[in-house]
Structures are given as structure tokens and as C-alpha cells.
């Protein structure tokens, strides 16, 4: 993630051209239901919802007819229960190859959203590499540590002309340990996430050294292309959201003129969903944490044509994006954006969900000798707040060392097993039932000093985490 004493990051972008599509054949995955015969059936690839589908409401937030607590996918519609949202993690390890390692990297992040790959192009690779060439000898002539800039002077012995417009073209960094941490920065941030996500981006340059990445996309886009379906980030029902916009981008969005911003604050991970060759207007928003309905106070929310200078000037390209307050943070839970829009001259709604921290860890060892009880039950510091652990076929028990009243979560992968989740005050008497979800079992006002008990259904094994939360 980029750090404000790390990296330093910029972005020029073009608007692209407009074109008139027909919306459901185009968006209706989850703009609305689309009738008609005829319609595009999807294969389930990973990210590409049902082209057709209800209205969006609550309790059924993707339309598809199955009820979020029993969806595999609940923000994907997906009404025959692929596994559109089944993301494989973690990334591709790096090779050392710069060129193979970005592609890849890029690749993995664009597949799991049901875009196109891109491939490395050598001409555009070869003006990065020429402008971080020139980025790395203006610092040296000028004793600054590092110089990251889209220009170049070329009154300099060392700049060129197709550095220079390399420069403009690309999304640039400095401060990653390699390629794929850049790529990964990039993401995290939301002006140069933009570029990298557009449906029509096939070729793409790349360079790498001392610290310093470029990424040309623009002359490898096609910006006639049209979104196939919503682009929404953070990855729909995905459980490996990074709860925080490191900041140190620029444009800023958390500053009030992105244009013009001596400091760039971090703040919580920024939602964006991509409309690409749709016109966009009308748009409020919201983001909420779905276990507490508690609202992320947001800074503002921009869109493609909004009316601030920066939304005129294209920066936002085909995207409508919720900016959280500076200074904000996501808990280790569930979240949903919520984007009202008018899109093409008919409202609509998009709602989906995702989970912030990394997934569940399926490779915990597991205690093979000892059967847990009430009596041997482990003691949790509640300062602790997560613990990862592993069903082997025992259940565990957990006992809380504090005073107080608490929350308790337990996440696990549905996909290795069906876990469960009960908790007992401190004479061992069991308290409510807890709410259910896909992945997910929660209990409100567990007391302190009580037990918990995760086991496996019908001997179901697997990793889980549980946190824990004073109330």
C-alpha cells in the first residue's frame, strides 16, 4: 500500500469518446432486468455476473432471486450458484522478470473482475524505461532523493521525446520493493486504478528500477470500448479488501481541489464502479458496515461529468467513486457501497459487498492431542482482537480473559467447510443464536469472562478467524 512518506504517485487522464450502446445488452448485469430472447448467456467466468436479473432490494442485493444469506455470490448475480466470486489468492509470485511479473500482476487483478488480459508491448516499455531514465538523473543533478514527475525539461541533455510522452502516458511511482508492489499501490489508489481497469486496455509498457515504475496504458487503450458489466471495486463478496487509501496520490481525492493539494491524507479504501461509454448523472451514495449499519462518513462522492473542474476534465473516465473522509479506516468486517445514479436517463441502483483484511488461512496447525472444553478452554487477551485458528475435527473453545460485553465474529471459507459459532456466559449457559451469512456466524453482547465454541458441522474442518470487538 502506498505510504504519504513513501511514494509519491501522479495521473494525467483523457475523457474517453461517448459512444450510445443499448444498456441491457451492455450493463443489464446489474443495472436491471433486462428482458427478450437472444440474451448473452455468461460461461461464470470470475466477476461477470447473469445478464439478467431482478430489481435490486434489500435482502437480495445483486436481484438474482437467491437470498444474500443463502448466495454464494451476494452481490454477483448469479442465480444457478456459479462461483463467480471464488477469487484465487494470493497474487502470482514474482519471477524477476519485470516485464512478465507487471503483466501477470496486472492480469491477475483485471481476470478476477472479468476484464480482458493486457500484454506487454517493448515500444512502450521502451519509453518508460527512457523517462525513468531521465526521472533518476534529474535527481541526481538536483541532490534530491528521488524526482517523480509526468514532464520532462527538454532543454536537458537527458530528456527525450518519446520519454516525455511516455511520461505523460503512464501511471508512475517510486517507492515499491518491486514491479507487483507497484502494480498492487497503483490499485489501492483510486486515479491510477482507473486507467488500469478500463475495458479496453490491451497493450501496456513497463520499466522498473531503483524503486522507480511506470506503466504506460494510454496509446495500449481503446477508449471506444464499453464496460461489459459494472467494474466494481473493492472485488464484489471478495473477503481481501485493504481497509486504507494509503494517500500520497495526486491528483489527491481526499483534498478539496484534487488538482492542486500540498498534502495528500490517507483515508478509508475508496469504492469505484466503472460505466464506461455510459453518461452518468444524479449520483448520491452511501457506505456502510453491514453488521452495524454504522455509515463511513464520506468526503465526497465524484463521478464522470460532475461538476468539479477535475470530474470535467475526465479524470474519473467512465467511474463513479466514493471517497471516505481523510483520516478514516475500515474494521476488519463486511462493508457495502451503495451508488444511486442516473445512467443513460434512467435510475438505478448498485449494491455490493466485501470484506476487509486478508482471507481466511487454510494452513494453521492444528493441536492434535489436545481436546478443548470448558475446562481447557484458551484464554483471549480481548486486546488481541483476532485470532486465526483451524477446525481438525475437535471442536475449539475460547474463553474471554476481560470484562465487558462484546461482539463476536467468527469468518471462515464455506468452501473447505460449514463452520459454527456458540457462545456461553461464564456458567457455562449458551446465549442466543447468532446471525448467518456466507462465511460468516456473529453473536451481539457476549459477556465477559464467557465461552466460545467454534466447531464443524457434520465434522467439517477448516481454518477460521474470529474477532472480537468491546461493545
Given at each position: ?64 432471486g ?17 462461483a ?11 519471477t ?30 521502451r ?11 534529474y ?23 518519446e ?8 501511471v ?35 520499466a ?111 467511474h ?49 492431542f ?8 484458551r ?10 485458528a ?43 443464536v ?38
Amino acid at each position: 500500500m502506498l505510504g504519504p512518506s513513501s511514494n509519491r504517485v501522479t495521473v494525467h487522464a483523457t475523457t474517453p469518446p461517448r459512444l450510445a450502446v443499448a444498456l441491457c445488452s451492455l450493463l443489464g448485469a446489474a443495472l436491471g432486468a433486462c428482458g427478450g430472447e437472444g440474451s448473452p448467456v455468461p460461461a461464470g467466468d470470475l466477476g461477470i455476473p447473469d445478464a439478467e436479473h431482478g430489481p435490486v432490494i434489500d435482502g437480495d442485493i445483486d436481484g438474482d432471486g437467491v437470498p444474500d444469506a443463502m448466495d454464494n455470490c451476494p452481490s454477483l448475480a448469479n442465480r444457478d450458484q456459479r462461483a463467480l466470486c471464488d477469487y484465487p489468492f494470493p497474487p502470482p509470485e514474482p519471477t524477476g522478470v519485470v516485464s512478465e511479473d507487471a503483466v501477470a500482476r496486472l492480469n491477475f487483478w483485471r481476470d478476477l473482475l472479468g476484464l480482458a488480459p493486457v500484454t506487454e508491448d517493448p515500444a512502450l516499455s521502451r519509453g518508460c524505461q527512457l523517462h525513468l531514465d531521465y526521472l533518476q538523473m534529474y535527481a541526481a543533478d538536483h541532490g534530491a532523493p528521488y524526482h517523480l514527475a509526468h514532464e520532462e525539461d527538454a532543454s536537458l541533455p537527458y530528456a527525450s521525446a518519446e520519454g516525455a510522452q511516455a511520461g505523460i502516458d503512464s501511471v508512475l511511482s517510486y517507492g515499491q520493493s518491486d514491479v507487483g508492489g507497484a502494480v498492487d499501490g497503483w490499485i489501492d489508489t483510486l486515479y491510477h486504478r482507473l486507467p488500469l481497469f478500463h475495458p479496453g486496455l490491451r497493450r501496456v509498457g513497463v520499466a522498473f528500477e531503483d524503486r522507480y515504475a511506470c506503466m504506460l496504458y494510454r496509446q495500449g487503450t481503446d477508449g471506444s470500448v464499453v464496460a461489459p458489466h459494472p467494474i466494481l471495486w473493492p472485488l464484489a463478496d471478495a473477503l481481501y479488501t485493504n481497509p486504507q487509501f494509503g494517500g500520497a496520490e495526486s491528483p489527491c481525492p481526499t483534498a478539496d481541489d484534487p488538482l492542486d493539494a500540498a498534502d495528500c491524507p490517507a483515508s478509508a479504501a475508496i469504492p469505484s464502479i466503472g460505466l464506461h461509454g455510459h453518461r452518468i448523472a444524479g449520483v448520491t451514495s452511501a457506505f456502510t458496515r453491514v453488521d452495524t449499519g454504522e455509515a463511513v462518513p464520506i468526503f465526497r462522492t465524484y463521478f464522470d461529468g460532475g461538476p468539479s473542474p477535475h470530474e470535467q476534465m475526465g479524470y474519473l473516465d467512465g467511474h463513479v467513486a466514493i471517497v471516505p473522509e481523510p483520516m478514516s479506516t475500515l474494521a476488519p468486517t463486511q462493508y457495502e457501497a451503495r451508488i444511486d445514479a442516473t445512467i443513460d436517463g434512467e435510475a438505478r441502483t448498485f449494491r455490493w459487498r466485501f470484506r476487509v483484511g486478508g482471507g481466511v488461512r487454510q494452513d494453521v496447525a492444528c493441536d492434535v492431542f489436545r481436546r478443548m472444553n470448558f475446562d481447557f478452554a484458551r484464554s483471549i487477551d480481548v486486546t488481541a482482537a483476532s485470532i486465526q485458528a483451524r477446525i481438525c475435527g475437535e471442536p475449539m473453545f475460547y474463553r474471554l480473559r476481560d470484562d465487558g460485553t462484546y461482539r463476536v465474529t467468527l469468518e471462515f471459507d464455506p468452501r473447505v467447510g460449514e463452520l459454527e459459532l456458540h457462545a456461553y456466559d461464564g456458567s457455562q449457559v449458551e446465549l442466543g443464536v447468532p446471525t448467518v451469512e456466507a462465511g460468516v456466524r456473529r453473536l451481539e453482547g457476549v459477556p465477559g469472562r464467557g465461552f466460545i465454541e467454534v466447531r464443524g458441522r457434520d465434522g467439517a474442518v477448516g481454518g477460521h478467524r474470529l474477532l472480537i470487538e468491546r461493545l
